[in-house]
């Protein structure tokens, strides 16, 4: 059997990408409460991502590394999305109550 390049490093590529989704997901919480949201990004997604933020770019027009990280999006086969729901936890100094 022979496997080409391609398709081992896009077999690599899912592996890390579930593997750095898996490391923030056990990484340590505000409080132990986890409002963590993880999604990977690929193919028709993606360009919707870089266009978004190619929209809001000429909508706001302040914020050129948008342009600079769009193009970034561009580039890479995945894009992996870190978030956070916003519920309030309790820590007042750092904005993260929920006010």
Do not use: W
């Amino acid at each position: 059997m022979i496997t080409k390049s391609a398709e081992m490093e896009a077999r690599a590529l899912d592996g890390v990408v579930e593997l750095m989704a898996l490391a923030a997901r056990t990484a340590p919480k505000a409080k132990g409460v986890d409002n963590l949201v993880v999604v990977a990004v690929r193919a028709k997604a993606k360009d919707q991502l870089a266009a978004e933020m190619r929209r809001i770019l000429k909508e706001d027009g302040g914020l050129p590394h948008f342009e600079r990280d769009a193009g970034n999006v561009d580039k890479a086969p995945v894009v992996l999305l870190l978030g956070q729901r916003v519920k309030p936890v309790g820590p007042k100094p750092c904005g993260f109550c929920g006010y």
